[in-house]
């Protein structure tokens, strides 16, 4: 009497194993003919890939959305940068362009940023970042009023390095920084971290949709006389501009205290240095 | 009764064990005195290479297949077990690039890995009985000597060639130099520049010697992969922004799934796309090169960091460094393995995560189809 009923057991058996068999993975290779010759394919360009889909939304993590990320880090570092403060962007959430014509294009940006230092999560901000017309060769134009600043607070010891540093009868200097090993001594971290906060401020001027900067190393610092009750500095900096893969040497004369933040009063541009063979 | 009990627990087991296999990895030999989390200039890694091949007889063979412009052998090591069958091949370069230090340190842990888990490790062990692992540990060996001079050679990029260039710059970009579109962008004919993409196409030695070596291998050799740093990227072909390849899809899937496998370790975003997606346009690379004379999966690894340190990554982030780029790199080889021998096991690493429902339904199915059947046993 219950036979029918197995049969029936064992058909939705079956038929439940066909439903629920979990995915394989397709044995014929996509490209059928997996060792064509030297043969390009050339294809119109699906939206996606171009960087651009409507209405100027741009893909986040492509690059042109990650470019301009990087110019707004670069602005909060020179606002917000100091011995013991590094932003770095986290990810891009959302971006879109404006084309401005003459004025230039303007990017909106919805961005993810941590403090390295303290590795502390600042949250979400928008910024806004506007790279110049051809016509005007200026410095991006950035605004990024972000909230999750406040969590910082580095007070404490910026004034313990402030004042170890102006007391001392012996100026700081150091070079290499990191060092070819990626070793950085522990009395020279937040010094390194001020150069990359003086380095901000030449790396967000010289940027432009066609860049992506880094600083690659300290290579040199000296300590100058305190003036103005700022202490001062001589950097040389090497900047890295991914796009060109160039290695910039810059220097920079930078003043620093707790209350003023970080200056940059000069900055020079050294070409490369001749090479030689060893 | 207790008997039909017992007969559904053995179907309950059957069918709950679903079709995870999971992976233990029993440590293999501790390594020998060579510190895999140092960096080590040229000399030390010719060392190494030399060590292992002695101590891992008939698995490792060094094998020179071309001359730097300063007469270096350019040398691979050969991994693999001895096979009566057709086998096929992965290749792996590190070190196209100077100062990307990382990358070279990376191909010796690789290798370290390999040896130290194929004997216990069933899937390594497999896919070396059925693919040899051509592993390049540094191919820009002039340059690699070149930035461990001193402090102020450390950035160096490009081979020592002089090239046309006369007296004021020198060295070729030996990732713009190979025959792929060689340039139509993201070059320079400037020979002072970082990117310079050479005289002419393979004008450098060190790409001739990868192109001779792996066009003679071309339809054994199912992925090419070349390392170098930072950017935390997996860059698929092309580097044309007009030209897509034709298997892009999968090459996507498949460097999704590896930045997954990467993520999974400590956490570090990867993220996956073209060059001209991504990053920037480009020509010659060796990547393009390689999907363009028909190698199938063909992928650029960019490694730690985003830029806060770059191409000087301490020494204490190179374990979690390779041990990231080791599984996704693990990830892309064991899918081009199964592809090729037609392995569908539950345990190939898959673009789209298993249906654990679908398994659950299944097993209750099983399990009801054996009450009905014992308790009609039982009538």
Not at chain 2, 123 to 129: N, R, S
């Amino acid at each position: 009497m219950r036979r029918p009923l197995c049969a029936l057991w064992v058909f939705l058996v079956l038929l439940g194993d066909c439903l629920a068999s979990p995915y394989r993975p397709e044995t014929e290779p996509l490209d059928p003919e997996p060792h064509e010759t030297n043969s390009i394919v050339e294809l119109e360009l699906p939206p996606e890939l171009d960087g651009t889909m409507s209405d100027g939304e741009l893909v986040p993590h492509h690059y042109p959305a990650q470019r301009a990320a990087k110019v707004a880090q670069h602005y909060l570092n020179t606002r917000h940068g100091s011995p013991f403060r590094w932003i770095e962007l986290h990810r891009v959430n959302k971006a879109s362009l404006e084309d401005l014509g003459q004025a230039g294009k303007k990017y909106y940006l919805e961005i993810s940023l941590k403090e390295v230092i303290s590795n502390t999560d600042l949250g979400q901000c928008s910024a806004e970042v506007l790279f110049s017309g051809e016509q005007d060769q200026r410095a991006p134009q950035v605004q990024c009023p972000c909230e999750g600043m406040q969590k910082l607070n580095t007070t404490a010891e910026e004034e313990a390095l402030f004042q170890r540093l102006n007391s001392s009868d012996s100026p700081v200097s150091g070079s290499n920084i990191p060092d070819s090993y990626g070793h950085i001594a522990p009395e020279m971290k937040p010094l390194w971290h001020l150069g990359a906060a003086a380095a901000s401020f030449v790396m967000l001027r010289e940027s432009n949709e066609s860049t992506l900067y880094n600083m690659a190393q300290v290579a040199s610092i000296t300590q100058l006389e305190t003036e103005n009750g700022q202490l001062r500095f001589k950097y040389h900096v090497l900047l890295h501009d991914m796009i060109s893969q160039e290695i910039l040497h810059w220097k920079l004369l930078v003043s620093w205290s707790p209350a003023g933040g970080v200056s940059v009063l000069q900055t020079e541009w050294q070409p490369k240095p001749a090479e030689s063979t060893p | 009764m207790s008997q039909s009990i017992r007969e559904i627990l053995v179907l309950l087991v059957l069918g709950g064990l679903g079709s995870q296999a999971s992976q233990r990895v029993a440590e293999g030999p501790e390594p020998r005195n060579y510190d895999y989390f140092k960096y080590h200039n040229m000399s030390e890694i010719s060392g190494w290479m030399e060590q292992l091949e002695k101590e891992n007889q008939g698995v490792v063979t060094i094998e020179p297949y071309g001359q730097t412009y300063e007469k270096q052998n350019i040398k691979l090591l050969k991994i693999g077990l001895e096979s009566t069958e057709k086998k096929k091949a992965i290749w792996m370069d590190c070190g196209i690039h100077a100062r990307e230090w990382i990358a070279p340190a990376f191909c010796q842990y690789f290798v370290k890995q390999i040896l130290d888990t194929y004997k216990t490790d069933e899937k390594i062990g497999q896919m070396l009985k059925n693919m040899d692992l051509y592993v390049t540990p540094v191919l820009n060996m002039d340059g690699y000597a070149h930035s461990w001079f001193n402090q102020s050679t450390r950035l160096w990029r490009k081979s020592r060639s002089p090239g046309n260039c006369g007296d004021s710059c020198m060295g070729t970009d030996l990732n713009r130099n190979f025959d792929a579109n060689w340039g139509a962008v993201g070059i320079s004919r400037n020979c002072c520049s970082e990117v310079y993409n050479g005289a002419t196409v393979l004008s450098e030695s060190e790409a001739q010697a990868v192109t001779d070596f792996v066009k003679v291998r071309s339809s054994e050799i199912l992925c090419f992969l070349t390392i170098h740093s930072y950017g935390q990227l997996i860059l698929v072909p092309f580097g044309h922004p007009n030209i897509t390849a034709p298997n892009y899809d999968e090459l996507m899937s498949v460097g999704l799934a590896a930045a997954k496998a990467i993520k999974d370790v400590h956490g570090m975003d990867y993220t996956v796309g073209s060059s001209p997606n991504v990053l920037y346009p480009n020509s010659g690379s060796s990547r393009d090169w390689a999907r363009l004379i028909g190698i199938p999966l063909s992928f650029t690894f960019e490694l730690r960091d985003k830029g806060q340190l770059g191409f000087e990554l301490p020494e204490d982030q190179i374990k979690p460094t390779c041990e990231e780029a080791y599984a996704g790199v693990r990830s892309i080889i064991t899918y081009a393995h199964d592809k090729a021998f037609h392995i569908t096991t539950p345990s190939t690493p898959m673009p789209t995560p298993p249906n654990t429902a679908a398994t659950l339904i299944a097993t209750i199915w099983t399990v009801l189809l054996a009450v009905c059947l014992t308790s009609a046993h039982l009538l």
